[in-house]
């Protein structure tokens, strides 16, 4: 995984440009939190990190947490 879902095989056979490579970290350990799985990264700060990448790529990167924020977030804006 990496941050944004940057980088990725440029040998991995496919037919979409964005569908070979890395998924995005930030996605993943959402994922990992949402199932109670503790990973002991900081979830917060790695959006923004995900988002400091975008700033300087500049263009839009993969994440869809990074964009929307996490279900905690939702969660505790719902009440």
Same mark, same amino acid.
């Given at each position: 995984?990496?941050?944004?879902?940057?980088?990725?095989?440029?040998?991995?056979? +496919?037919?979409? $440009?964005?569908?070979?490579?890395? #998924?995005?970290?930030?996605?993943?350990? +959402?994922?990992? +939190?949402? %199932?109670? #799985?503790?990973?002991?990264?900081? %979830?917060?700060?790695? #959006?923004?990190?995900?988002?400091?990448?975008?700033?300087?790529?500049? $263009?839009?990167?993969?994440? $869809?947490?990074? +964009?929307?924020?996490? %279900? $905690?977030?939702?969660?505790?804006?719902?009440?």
């Amino acid at each position: 995984s990496s941050i944004g879902g940057l980088g990725g095989c440029p040998f991995a056979p +496919h037919k979409n $440009r964005l569908a070979a490579g890395n #998924i995005c970290t930030e996605d993943m350990v +959402h994922l990992c +939190h949402e %199932l109670g #799985i503790e990973t002991g990264i900081d %979830l917060d700060a790695l #959006i923004e990190a995900a988002l400091l990448a975008e700033n300087i790529v500049s $263009r839009p990167l993969m994440g $869809r947490v990074m +964009h929307s924020g996490s %279900l $905690r977030e939702y969660r505790a804006g719902a009440g």
